[in-house]
């Protein structure tokens, strides 16, 4: 079946712009992950949903950052005014709900901020 | 809150040669812990688990055990391949944490090359 699907693969945005990126889970799996990998940073956990609410936002680095699932299915991060050091691999993972279960992970979008 | 320290490397290898990664970790609760690896240009994939302390995990001839007295789930691999170059991340996911208690944590990721 289908995995994790984000778009798009790559951005390159102007210091300032926003940027939205899409993550569509595999069918089916309640929970959703947002995670950021950078170089200096490695990966850092985000945002968490299960189903369309985010019990857990404490991994968002600022307000600049925010993120929505409607119908229990697509996610959408966000960010605003958008600074260099916002550039990283953000990548989305999906699994059957909470607790121990595999995440399963997609390609990830490469942000550059220019 | 919770971490993960693993050797960063790279971790040059010959084709052949016994593997061991260490990965030692902190967590506030009663973490189940991970490694997921990147093959060059795809995605993290899981490659094994372990829920509760003495499992182990094991898959693709990689194992790891859940030392709950060390604080430690070291990765091993009695004979690496040259497919086997790749970066292994170990992780946790601690429900009783404090905050991304339902994400996981990842270490730093170690860069593994296997020469033929």
């Known amino acids: 079946g289908a995995g994790v699907s984000q778009s798009p693969s790559n951005k390159v945005t102007e210091k300032g712009k926003d940027v939205e990126l899409r993550c569509d889970p595999i069918s089916g799996h309640t929970a959703l992950y947002w995670y950021r990998q950078s170089l200096g940073q490695g990966l850092e956990f985000l945002i968490y949903f299960q189903g369309n609410s985010a019990p857990d936002k404490s991994g968002l680095p600022s307000d600049r950052f925010s993120a929505e699932r409607t119908g229990g299915s697509v996610s959408t991060l966000t960010i605003q005014r958008t600074q260099q050091e916002d550039s990283a691999v953000y990548l989305c993972?999906?699994?059957?709900?909470?607790?121990?279960?595999?995440?399963?992970f997609g390609p990830g979008t490469r942000l550059t901020v220019t | 809150g919770d971490s993960v320290t693993q050797m960063e490397g790279p971790v040059t290898l010959s084709e052949e040669a016994f593997l061991t990664i260490n990965c030692t970790y902190t967590a506030t609760g009663y973490p189940s812990l991970f490694w997921y690896v990147q093959y060059p240009g795809e995605g993290l994939q899981l490659l094994l688990k372990a829920t509760k302390a003495d499992d182990k995990g094991s898959n693709k001839g990689f194992e790891a055990t859940y030392r709950k007295e060390t604080t430690s789930f070291h990765l091993e691999k009695g004979s690496v391949q040259v497919s086997d170059s790749a970066v292994y991340f170990c992780a946790l996911s601690d429900p009783r944490g404090g905050g991304g208690a339902d994400g996981l944590t990842f270490g730093k990721g170690t860069h593994l090359i296997i020469q033929p």
């Open positions: 993972a999906s699994s059957p709900g909470r607790g121990p279960y595999e995440q399963y």
